[in-house]
């Protein structure tokens, strides 16, 4: 079993609609999570982290955490054509240091 | 946010060179300095681990006289691909932690490494 498992897609959603991304991670003492963007052919970019169970919401993106299930997800309403890219989930067991990246959901957004 | 930088962005190198990366952390001291490989279509592979003034920590399978790391100081990492072969040809991609209540990791552009 992997430390950060995400599904690796595709996933569709039409254009304005919901689309919500899934990680699960194995390591129960883990405290920071984070989502970040790879268009294709560029580096990841960070989107949003969290460290607090419950919702944290930025502009069109939402990140929840239940440290309780080990599951991070990462909501993106209205969705754009623009956030069709691979979206990688990292998890770190403290606040410092190294994090494990999940192998990424590729998110295509049709018009 | 925060700025990491890397140079160069593209290089061509024939067989047998050495290829010399920087990493530069351009707006904040990088408490530590990570290098990643990512050929096309596949996932980040974290290659090592680079805190300034002291040696790196490399992943299982990476060769560190191969992929030589220089962390210079809280700003600069440095890669060197030594006697780089067709196979090392890949996307390295470097990475900085940003000191904060909790460190938040930004990542280079990357520099794409040809080899002929």
């Known amino acids: 079993q992997k430390e950060v498992e995400q599904n690796s897609g595709p996933l569709s959603v039409p254009e304005g609609a919901i689309a919500s991304l899934n990680c699960t991670y194995s390591?129960?003492?883990?405290?920071?999570f984070f989502w970040y963007r790879q268009y294709s052919g560029k580096s990841p970019e960070l989107i949003m982290f969290i460290y607090s169970n419950g919702d944290k919401e930025d502009g069109r993106f939402t990140a929840q955490l239940n440290k309780a299930s080990q599951y991070v997800s990462l909501l993106i309403r209205d969705s754009q054509p623009s956030d069709s890219a691979t979206y990688l989930c990292a998890v770190r067991g403290g606040n410092a240091g190294k994090s494990t990246f999940g192998d990424g959901t590729t998110l295509t957004v049709k018009p | 946010g925060a700025v990491v930088s890397q140079h160069p962005s593209w290089v061509i190198c024939k067989s047998g060179t050495s290829v010399k990366i920087e990493c530069r952390s351009l707006d904040f001291q990088a408490t530590t300095m990570f290098w990643y490989r990512q050929f096309p279509k596949q996932s980040l592979m974290l290659m090592a681990t680079?805190?300034?003034?002291?040696?790196?920590?490399?992943e299982q399978g990476v060769e560190k006289d191969k992929f030589l790391i220089n962390h210079a100081s809280l700003t600069l990492s440095t890669l060197t691909v030594t006697s780089a072969h067709p196979e090392d040809s890949s996307f390295y991609i470097c990475?900085?932690?940003?000191?904060?209540?909790?460190?938040?990791?930004?990542f280079g552009p990357g520099t794409r490494l040809l080899v002929l």
């Open positions: 680079s805190n300034e003034g002291s040696k790196a920590t490399y």
């Open positions: 390591d129960r003492g883990s405290q920071s």
């Open positions: 990475s900085a932690n940003k000191r904060g209540t909790q460190e938040t990791q930004y």
